[in-house]
């Protein structure tokens, strides 16, 4: 026998690397906390997916095409329905392989079955990774009795989703970078009944009905109802569900499903699911664990890749186990190198794709992301460096990205060549804004008594808001390392738009667009600061603590003082969302006046709450967190329930 390892998480990944190592000797447990990986939450409930060539030549690699191909729909290639009911249909090449729909239950059962089938595979369903014990080179398990207990193992690997406690692991070590925030994009499932023939739209299709401000997919199933998931924003979403708006908009943008959704009133009802975005600047901590699929990388599904990339993953893993002979620690590093930047690159592609379902296709398709991945196979890394100018492999990516349009519709001509060195203030708060920055290399950090601290790394626009406002700059921008870039006056840009207003709408649009995006993503609601407060005389036990939940913090928006924040920083690397002034100097005061409610106040010994603040919390039922051990407690459980949300 190879080796005793644990699998935690027996979805696609999961269980597909399970199977293929066992095959390979190694004796094999397969965790997962759910009695049945493959069963939906929820009553009646079947996510749809959709297999690309690339997730179909990982299942041939194991010999499961045939049994996929038996369940699953074979989809010619996308309807897109049009407001005023046109459907348009965008085939895939003839000769190309098509995507199937399949649900995702019955390819999670097909992938455990053909596991379980290897002698040397362990079910232990119902058993729950707590923690990996790194020292001890063992998990700590919760079973379905609820008894604890830690078992040792040669090594694990993480396919447990986006909420992965192995990841949790490797990311305790500050040099890894990581990144998890919630979209500000939901969905709802809803299924569309077929009607009065067996079905009503063109069965062999992914639909989609793109309606500006939100879409709607829907993938077609045996019984020939429509699976379908609409996406919307958060923001939006609620201000529709209070005004009870959300029927009619419905009604009246969907004329040709809506009245067709089994339960209207169950869809009016829910809460859109939120979709996390995991991003991890490495995968494995040398030779004991390593993760994939979506603990390595959850992306909004927006260009259907997740359970694609994922089984991309698990094939490329146990490739590389194949290379290096079986050998964990060679094989670990060469599927690290070849697969982390194609995580990060599918992040990136799949977030812009939500733009692209908004609006209705050209009628002549230009060559696309998805075509690339799909039709023409190229890597997930490719794609990103032929359609994101400039993109890099990197973890960190605070601004909204700039898109490709801006480098398209800026007239180059009009822009002044730029260089800064480190350490320059290349614009200040309070001034009066006299021009467009297009940052082409390097980072600033973005300073603001309104916004707190950002870094904004190239390619990057600032100042947009003062030309549309008129008003002064309403944040600082001090270059991070040496900038290089080009200048565009506002002066030059009203003489641009007055000139050539037919070429300079494309860039007005952009703009527009972006200062919108960026106005949400401030003032998002669900971007609720969780507090940190502390003493200076635990200043050293606080570097411990964010150590042991950097995985839990990184995935917050936190607001504390500069020192607090210097130590999340330089402890677990971890960017504190909002700086502000201690509180002595009227610090809460600030961040009342932000408007903003706290998720939770950590006030580690610092002595009484202010009366005010604590009437603010008792309001707004904001847990007031006194311990470190207690305020782990807390963060370790709203991780847990993230991720449940996450997969129900
Ligand atoms: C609405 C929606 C639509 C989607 N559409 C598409 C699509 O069209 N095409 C596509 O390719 N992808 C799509 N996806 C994404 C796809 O579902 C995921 O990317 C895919 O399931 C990831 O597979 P995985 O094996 O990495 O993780 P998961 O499928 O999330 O499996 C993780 C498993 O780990 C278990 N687990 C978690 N924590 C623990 C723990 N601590 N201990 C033990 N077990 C644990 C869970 O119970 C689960 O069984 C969609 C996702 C959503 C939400």
């Known amino acids: 026998m190879k080796g005793k390892v644990a699998v935690v998480g027996a979805g696609p990944a999961g269980a597909f690397v399970a199977g293929a190592l066992a095959e390979r000797g190694f004796a094999v447990h397969l965790f997962d906390r759910r009695e049945k990986p493959w069963e939906e939450r929820g009553e009646g409930r079947t996510v749809a997916l959709s297999l690309s060539p690339r997730g179909l030549t990982a299942l041939e690699s194991i010999g499961l095409r045939p049994a996929i191909s038996e369940r699953s729909i074979e989809l010619l290639g996308r309807a897109f329905h049009a407001p005023e009911g046109d459907v348009r249909l965008l085939a895939a090449p003839p000769g190309a392989v098509r995507n199937r729909a399949i649900s995702r239950s019955v390819l999670t059962r097909t992938l455990c079955d053909w596991a379980l089938g290897q002698p040397e595979v362990t079910a232990r369903f119902g058993t729950a990774c707590l923690e990996v014990l790194r020292s001890q080179r063992a998990i700590a398990l919760k079973n379905r009795s609820g008894a604890v207990s830690a078992e040792p193992f040669d090594f694990v690997l993480g396919a447990d989703g986006s909420a992965s406690e192995v990841r949790a692991a490797i990311v305790r ?109 490495d995968w494995h901590d040398g030779d004991f664990m390593a993760i994939l699929g979506d603990a390595a990388h959850a992306t909004p599904p927006f260009m259907g890749q997740g359970v694609n990339i994922a089984l991309e993953d698990a094939q490329a893993l ?23 930047p194609n995580g990060l690159a599918c992040c990136d592609l799949s977030e812009r794709a939500a733009q692209l379902l908004l609006r209705m296709p050209p009628k002549r398709p230009a060559p696309s992301p998805l075509a690339a991945l799909n039709q023409e196979g190229m890597s997930y890394e490719a794609v990103a460096r032929q359609f994101i100018p400039g993109w890099q492999p990197r973890v960190y990516a605070e601004a909204t990205p700039v898109s490709e349009e801006f480098a398209e519709v800026v007239p180059q001509e009009l822009l002044e060549p730029f260089e800064a060195e480190a350490g320059e203030l290349l614009v200040r708060e309070g001034e009066t804004a006299q021009d467009l920055l297009y940052l082409l290399a390097g980072t600033v950090r973005i300073f603001s008594a309104t916004l707190g601290e950002v870094r904004l790394r190239a390619p990057v626009i600032l100042g947009e808001v003062g030309w549309f406002g008129g008003a002064s700059r309403t944040a600082s921008a001090v270059a991070e390392t040496s900038c290089r870039g080009g200048r565009l006056s506002y002066a030059r840009l009203d003489a641009f738009c007055a000139a050539e207003p037919s070429r300079a709408i494309g860039l007005v649009k952009h703009l527009a667009s972006l200062s919108v995006e960026r106005l949400k993503d401030h003032f998002h609601p669900r971007a609720s600061y969780v507090v940190i407060a502390a003493y200076a005389d635990l200043h050293d036990a606080l570097e411990g603590w964010m150590l042991s939940c950097r995985e839990h913090l990184a995935a917050l928006p936190i607001a504390c003082t500069a020192e607090v924040g210097e130590i999340l920083l330089r402890v677990a690397n971890i960017q504190p969302a909002r700086v502000i002034p201690p509180v002595a100097r009227g610090g809460y005061a600030h961040l009342r006046a932000l408007k903003t409610p706290a998720q939770a106040l950590c006030w580690f010994r610092v002595e009484a709450l202010p009366p005010e603040l604590r009437q603010v919390a008792d309001a707004r039922k904001t847990p007031v967190l006194r311990d470190l051990e207690g305020a782990r407690a807390y963060f370790s459980d709203l991780h847990r329930a993230d991720g449940e949300a996450g997969e129900a």
């Not at 069965?203 to 989609?208: D, G, T």
């Not at 939100?214 to 998931?229: L, N, R």
């Not at 002979?325 to 690290?336: E, I, K, S, T, Y």
């Open 173 to 281: 070590a500050p040099t890894v970078d990581f990144g998890k925030r919630s979209s500000p994009w939901g969905y709802l499932e809803l299924t569309v009944e077929p009607g009065a023939s067996a079905f009503a739209y063109e069965p062999h299709a992914i639909h989609i009905w793109p309606r500006g401000s939100f879409f709607m997919v829907g993938f077609p199933a045996f019984d020939g109802s429509y699976k379908c998931t609409l996406v919307m924003r958060h923001d939006a979403h609620e201000e529709l569900h209070a005004t009870g708006m959300l029927g009619d908009l419905l009604a009246s943008t969907l004329e040709d499903a809506w009245p067709r959704a089994r339960d209207r009133e169950a869809v009016l009802r829910a809460r859109l699911a939120p979709i996390p975005i995991v991003r991890v600047g």
């Open 318 to 340: 146990v490739r590389a186990f194949d290379e290096h002979d079986l050998a964990v620690r060679p094989a670990f590093r060469a599927f690290a190198a070849e697969r982390v």
